[in-house]
């Protein structure tokens, strides 16, 4: 009986679990900013973090063009994959599109953007009467949502494969 696992390889599992956590985090604290505001100021961090799931998301999926990903389990319905198929698509759209939304609306604020006070992250040439900013600021808080939910269904999912199916789905990417 063969136990080994096919697994995600080291590169792939680093950039989920990084992006993971950091895309959390980053969307507890931006729902918390205002009323934290009196007692941290989150949102430069936020912004900071924000940049980093942007750059690190972008070396994800060029990472997974380049690299083969494990197969999912044979009994597995089709329906179950193109579920699949279908989350990890629009995960990475969010993954790229909440921080870019992010950046586009804050390019047209006061407040410099920097990447943990050690940078200037440029600008884009913006300002708040654009009808793009308020796209680009609603189209965030929409993303955020949304990344919640599917957040939520993909972990589900994971737990549903390990805990009920006991199958390798979770551990493909420990």
Do not use: C
């Amino acid at each position: 009986m063969n136990t080994s696992i096919a697994r995600y390889n080291t590169v792939a599992r680093a950039l989920h679990w990084t992006i993971a956590v950091l895309l959390i985090g980053n969307i507890v604290g931006g729902l918390l900013h205002e009323p934290l505001e009196d007692v941290v100021q989150i949102m430069p961090v936020h912004k900071a973090i924000g940049m980093t799931v942007l750059a690190l998301s972008l070396a994800r999926l060029a990472w997974r063009i380049v690299s083969r990903t494990p197969p999912l389990p044979a009994h597995m319905p089709k329906w179950e994959v193109g579920a699949a198929h279908a989350t990890h698509t629009l995960l990475y759209v969010l993954m790229i599109g909440l921080p870019l939304s992010g950046w586009i609306f804050s390019s047209a604020g006061k407040y410099p953007l920097n990447w943990f006070g050690l940078f200037d992250i440029p600008k884009f040439a913006i300002t708040k009467e654009n009808p793009l900013v308020g796209i680009a600021h609603e189209g965030h808080e929409v993303m955020a949502f949304i990344a919640i939910a599917l957040i939520v269904l993909h972990i589900g999912a994971a737990l549903r494969h390990h805990f009920v199916l006991k199958d390798t789905v979770l551990r493909r990417m420990l």
